[in-house]
């Protein structure tokens, strides 16, 4: 199964959070307070997130963190590659080549490296302001009126209603 971990979870929320008022300035007890998140957790995100330059650090009394850039400039792959401990991949020999004792011999590796690739680029298209549109984002961009939301309607057939 697929998955993200906790901390990509928490980190994508700390982001989005951030990114409602990007030029605003967020200790680690506000957005654990705002998010109902521990603070503990909070402030372990906050460091990574800094340390990869996702997030600004400010000190002082009006001190706290923003984000270094806009919403719209951090996807989700760069949010995953701050918080995880390892490089993404879907498979060991994605995420660290030479690691596995059959990779030589792997049948499929080219398929998984090629899947792979596919997720990394759909991560890397969703962006943390996409995130916080309460409509969900376009993305997937709509191709049909099905796709976008609109009602078709079948040639030849009836409305039904259960009112009159």
Partial sequence: MLRISKIVDYGTLVLTHMAAQPSSVYSANDLAG????????????????????????LRGARGGYR?????????????????????????????????????????????WQRINDIVRQSLEAVSIAEMVRADGGTFPPP????LSGARVKAPNSQNWSFSK
């Fill in 67 to 111: 984000l270094s850039r806009a919403p719209e400039q951090i996807n989700i792959a760069q949010v995953i590659d701050a918080l995880e401990d390892q490089p993404f991949g879907l498979t060991e020999c994605t995420a660290m080549p030479g690691q596995c004792s059959v990779e030589a011999d792997c049948h499929i590796r080219t398929h």
């Fill in 34 to 57: 705002a998010l109902g998140l521990g603070q503990p957790i909070v402030s372990k995100v906050l460091k990574l997130l800094n340390q990869h330059g996702l997030v600004i650090s």
């Fill in 143 to 146: 191709r049909s009126p099905v």
